[in-house]
């Protein structure tokens, strides 16, 4: 039984990475070939949720993966994402940041700039 679950555990595992991943991936550089634009911003939009989700992922792991068929979910998330999910969620982030484009750069700026004073003192390099 227990080796049944591990598995399980071990194909639900595979089968995220297909669909969260090798599928995007392959999709990903067919949009790199095409002549057509707006491919590349949908799989753009894609990989920036991933990365986005895989950070949530690795953090919240330890306390959720108790949760039977977790990795179901996140390639159900995935595949969402992949087919329809990425360009809507931009579309609605990219509304809601476009009016505060300059105060959110004047702030990564000055974030930057304080982290690189406190490098510098730290290690004498030049940025």
């Given at each position: 039984m227990v080796l049944a679950w591990l598995v399980s555990l071990a194909a639900s595992d595979l089968l995220r990475v297909f669909i969260s991943?090798?599928?995007?991936?392959?999709?990903?550089?067919?949009?790199?070939?095409s002549r057509e634009g707006q491919d590349d911003?949908?799989?753009?939009?894609?990989?920036?949720?991933?990365?986005v989700t895989e950070l949530f992922r690795y953090?919240?792991?330890?306390?959720?993966?108790?949760?039977?068929?977790?990795?179901?979910?996140?390639?159900?998330?995935y595949a969402w994402l992949a087919w329809s999910g990425a360009c809507l969620i931009a579309n609605r982030v990219t509304k809601l940041l476009k009016g505060n484009q300059g105060k959110i750069e004047s702030a990564l700026y000055e974030f930057d700039s304080y982290v690189w004073s406190h490098v510098n003192r730290i290690l004498p390099i030049y940025h």
């Open positions: 991943a090798v599928i995007p991936a392959y999709l990903s550089l067919v949009a790199l070939k911003r949908v799989w753009l939009s894609y990989w920036i949720l991933y990365s953090y919240l792991n330890p306390v959720l993966s108790f949760v039977p068929y977790l990795n179901v979910a996140w390639s159900a998330l």
